[in-house]
């Protein structure tokens, strides 16, 4: 067992030197650690301290509701056309995402597979688009997703352009 430092007190503090064992060294020790570690919590008005609050609470606080809407836009065609390539795709942002989208939006590249109307399993390069909107918007900007769903499949002769949606919190 390895030894532990011997504790000597100030003078003043105790009588008389006394020799101390190291369990009394160690609980000496101990107790002015606990005794000086400052322990505070400030809070306005009503608020509960974050220490006793829900992590929801303290999360649904930092930010307001936004849906985030996720297309997923393939790039190879069912017909064997060409596949859809970064000029074009980035084209179709610009001509159809961004005029109905301002504010921003997030685009990732990806690797998918699916199953094609005609049964096969197709691996393509593919784009996730991320839309991150109000939730107060949901009907006006659902419109305007479908506008671009439609308006991809059609231009890329695509069988569908996948959609996923979750209710979130955004602070910016």
């Not at 570690?37 to 306005?44: D, G, K, M, S």
């Not at 992590?55 to 069912?78: D, N």
Request: net charge positive; glycine share 6%; hydrophobic share 35%.
């Amino acid at each position: 067992m390895p030894r532990l430092p011997r504790f000597t007190a100030p003078k003043g503090l105790t009588g008389p030197k006394k020799k101390r064992t190291a369990l009394t060294t160690t609980a000496v020790a101990l107790a002015v650690l606990t005794v000086s570690t400052p322990v505070a919590y400030a809070t306005l008005g009503d608020e509960a301290p974050a220490a006793s609050r829900s992590t929801a609470q303290v999360v649904a606080s930092r930010g307001k509701a936004y849906i985030e809407t996720r297309l997923f836009l393939g790039t190879e065609r069912p017909d064997g056309g060409p596949a859809v390539t970064d000029r074009q795709f980035l084209s179709f942002i610009d001509e159809e995402v961004t005029p109905r989208f301002p504010n921003g939006l997030t685009i990732q590249d990806g690797r998918g597979q699916w199953r094609d109307s005609n049964g096969v399993i197709e691996r393509e390069r593919s784009y996730e688009l991320t839309l991150l909107y109000p939730a107060s918007e949901a009907l006006v900007r659902d419109a305007r997703i479908e506008r671009i769903r439609d308006a991809y499949e059609k231009a890329y002769a695509q069988d569908s352009v996948a959609r996923i949606e979750e209710r979130t919190t955004a602070d910016f």
